[in-house]
Every structure is written in structure tokens, then in C-alpha cells.
């Protein structure tokens, strides 16, 4: 337990269907369980960051898992979001040195897509992020490279109803 924050069975997990080792998930202080599909040290190495993360950061926040499969072209590493969902970093944006570019997997109608950062070792978070419909990915990924600023990126957000995190444009 870090902070309030604890390793909880999650036997459901998506990513415990294929590997059951990864049926934990983080039980916050609210009484929320987030991330389904964490491993125990994975789980143990991102609750000790975010215990120290304001509760405001949670919704945003990406736990990196490490699976074994092969990536190709520099993408990677592998996130896990709140509510079990894989996101793979695809690569570095091409403007802005601290960024990734990142797409999660499709929930059959939608694709998670944005930019996200590295916080801590086992923890990342959405800078921007917006649910596109599938087949508006390519065009949502291609504008969001285009972007060069974090002016740019809020317009990018908006123009696909996406969020952009009041953190994350500090």
C-alpha cells in the first residue's frame, strides 16, 4: 500500500485473458479500482509514484506494463490506462523532444490517440487525448504530428472533442 493506494485482485483483467499473472489492479483512495491488468511489481512501482500524485492526476495517468512482444520500428513501451485498456507509444513527436505519440487499442468503434510523457519510471499520463472514431485515426495520428506547439495540440483536441488535461499544459 502507497499513500492509500492498493494492489487489488482484478480477475477480469482484459490483459489477464492471455496471461494470468496480470490480474491486479490499483484500488485508490476513493474506492475506485484503475488499471486492470497490472502485474504485482508493476502495480507495486506505480502506486509509490502516484501516492505522491495529487488525486487530480489519476485520470490521466498511464502505467507502464512490459509484455512479452515484439515492437517494431521504435515503438513502444506498452501503457496500461484506468480502465485496462493497452496503449502503445508509436514513436517521438516530431516537435516537441518531451513527447510521444501514443494510440490505444480500438474498443470496436473508437481509438484512443494522443500525446503522452514519461512522469516517473512506471507512471506516464495523456498530455492531450481524444477518442476518434476508427476510422478517423490516420487523419487524427497525421494531425496530431502536424502539431508544433501546445497551442497547436489544444486545437488539435478540440477539433477531434478530445480533453486536454489542466496538467498537462503547464
Not at 514519461?118 to 487524427?140: L, N, T
Not at 504530428?145 to 477531434?160: H, K, L, N, Y
Amino acid at each position: 500500500m502507497h499513500q492509500g493506494i492498493d494492489i487489488v485482485a482484478a480477475p477480469d483483467a482484459p490483459l489477464g485473458r492471455a496471461d494470468h499473472t496480470r490480474r491486479w489492479a490499483l484500488r485508490f483512495p476513493d474506492g475506485t479500482e484503475r488499471f486492470p491488468g497490472v502485474i504485482r511489481p508493476e502495480g507495486a512501482a506505480a502506486a509509490a509514484v502516484m501516492g505522491a500524485m495529487a488525486p487530480g492526476g489519476w485520470g490521466t495517468a498511464l502505467v507502464r506494463v512490459d509484455l512479452e512482444v515484439v515492437v517494431s520500428d521504435g515503438a513502444g513501451p506498452y501503457l496500461l490506462d484506468a480502465a485496462g485498456t493497452l496503449v502503445l507509444v508509436l514513436g517521438p513527436h516530431p516537435a516537441m523532444a518531451d513527447l510521444r505519440v501514443a494510440m490505444g487499442q480500438p474498443d470496436g468503434a473508437t481509438h484512443h490517440v494522443g500525446l503522452v510523457r514519461e512522469v516517473a519510471g512506471a507512471v506516464w499520463g495523456w498530455f492531450a487525448d481524444a477518442r476518434v472514431p476508427s476510422g478517423a485515426r490516420v487523419q487524427a495520428l497525421d494531425g496530431l504530428v502536424a502539431t508544433g506547439s501546445a497551442t497547436d495540440v489544444e486545437g488539435w483536441a478540440r477539433a477531434f472533442r478530445g480533453t486536454i488535461p489542466e496538467a498537462g499544459l503547464q
